[in-house]
């Protein structure tokens, strides 16, 4: 194989991911900074970051810092462009790694016409239904970053970049927690393979690969605690990414069950054509009169079958949200993009791009209009929330302010912040509160009542507070639903 057959899918990937990142920005508008759903929360911390409020020791979160600070260091060089483009970076890379693993797991050099099949199916499979949504580039969330990061490692390790894929494998759990179960699984995998190899020079290659892959993830753990110590951050890091955040699941093990969720779940097209590309794949690796693939394409296929089954042992946890599914999706998306490759070789070039378009479309398209959203446009829904929600509260509020409690976005559209560093994510802010908080609970409180706010709006995150705050405003303040449904609301009874 020539430098030029080397480096085309490289190519192929960056294009794709540059016409990906394209597409999502127009239908998304992020450079409007209108933030939806958790993508909200995470704009929020990016913000109050940037304002110089350090994550755990003045923010709580749940989730790892490596976000945080990229959307702080984002807004605080570029304002909302800056985090729009960070979000742009994030999908573009999650883009990226899965087709370019697509490509390395097909195996096999060709023109661009050849190979754009298999990268077209891995984009629609990859990108599936939250891709379309207000997820990536709306503040950008941490599970997006570290799926993409984890990618980027197992290609590295695939084509013996070790220190580098060890780098990258740690930022993605410092990232996102559940990335410790993606890297656990994919070197699983990768392992799998490499003793499978028959190879007399396989285990030392093996023990320089995962000592290379050490040292990579030992440099970068021990910048992210030096810069935790050095923000004072590093004890509320434990108490809250480490101790609270398993606190919220609670462990079954039932496997049947969660298989039954994921099916559910996933979207109708990303699972079939997930399934069927899963299928072939495995069939193809026991079919004796199967062509062989070179070792890096069985290493990178290994790995992410490891990637699948380590996550899904993670989903043997309670869970009814679709987003817990999103990392399942880039391992689906390789194999289907290597199956498409690997049944689409008789056909015609133009019937080949042909049924690989219409399977990207249905893909992308087919789950547009989830459960979840309320417009096909998800910047339609920040205008409306712009338009209403936000004036109405000012209204309602008569001048004496508005206090909110787990809404970033309506505190964006009115002009003001929570009035605490706290961003509710059940049940680890209560018991933050409680256990570190000067005075517990009650003196959080009573201060924030005593102020006669207008109107006093309390998001879905922070519900476990409604016990301990209602009880505080029911003397002053009259119950409404009409400002904001979705949220708890009181407006402050005229004297």
Known sequence: ?????????????????????????????????????????????????????????????????????LGGLAIGLAGTPGLALLGAFVSGLLTFAGVRLALAAYGRPGTVVELLPVALVAWGMTTGWPFLGAFIVSGSRPKFLAIGLAACAV???????????????????????????????????????????????????????????????????VGALGALAVQGSFEPFLEQAVHA????????????????????????PVLLVGAAGLAVNLWHAVSPGAPRLAPDARRVLAALLGWLVAYLGLLTVDFDWRGDTVPLLLPLGVFAGVAMGRVDHRMAVPLRLTVAGILCLWLVGADRLSPIQHSPYPHQQGETLGEHAGRDA?????????????????????????????????????????????????????????????????????????????????????????????NRTWVLRDP
């Not at 494998?169 to 990768?190: D, H, K, N, R, S």
């Not at 499978?196 to 970068?220: C, N, T």
């Not at 409680?434 to 006093?456: I, S």
């Open 245 to 268: 955040a398993p606190s919220q699941t609670e462990r079954t093990f039932d496997l049947i069950a969660t298989l039954h969720r994921v099916g559910l779940l996933l979207p109708l």
């Open 394 to 486: 000012l209204t309602a509020a008569k001048g004496r302010g508005v206090l909110i409690f787990a809404d970033p976005l309506l505190a964006q559209q009115v002009g003001e912040h929570p009035k605490h560093p706290f961003v509710f994510w059940e049940p680890g802010t209560l018991e933050y509160i409680h256990t570190t908080y000067p005075g517990g609970l009650e003196a959080f409180l009573d201060p924030l009542v005593d102020r006669r706010y207008g109107v006093v709006t309390v998001g879905p995150r922070a519900a476990a507070l409604l016990p301990y705050l209602a009880p505080r405003l029911r003397n002053q303040y009259e119950p409404t639903r009409s400002l904001r449904p979705r």
């Open 155 to 221: 290609h590295l390790l695939c084509t013996n970049r070790r220190v580098a894929a060890g780098a990258a494998f740690a930022a993605a759990c410092w990232t996102w927690q559940p990335g410790a179960v993606l890297t656990v699984g994919a070197i699983a995998g990768w392992l799998a393979a490499r003793a499978s190899e028959r190879d007399s020079a396989a285990e030392p290659s093996v023990a320089a690969s995962l000592a290379g892959v050490a040292l990579g993830g030992f440099v970068v753990s």
């Open 1 to 69: 194989m020539n430098s030029r057959e080397n480096t085309r899918p490289t190519q192929l990937a960056l294009g794709i991911a540059a016409l990906s990142v394209l597409v999502t920005c127009l239908i998304n508008r992020p450079w409007e900074g209108l933030h939806l759903r958790d993508g909200a929360y995470y704009a929020y911390l990016a913000a109050l970051q940037a304002g110089g409020l350090a994550p755990y020791r003045d923010v709580f979160h749940l989730q790892g810092p490596v976000l945080t600070w």
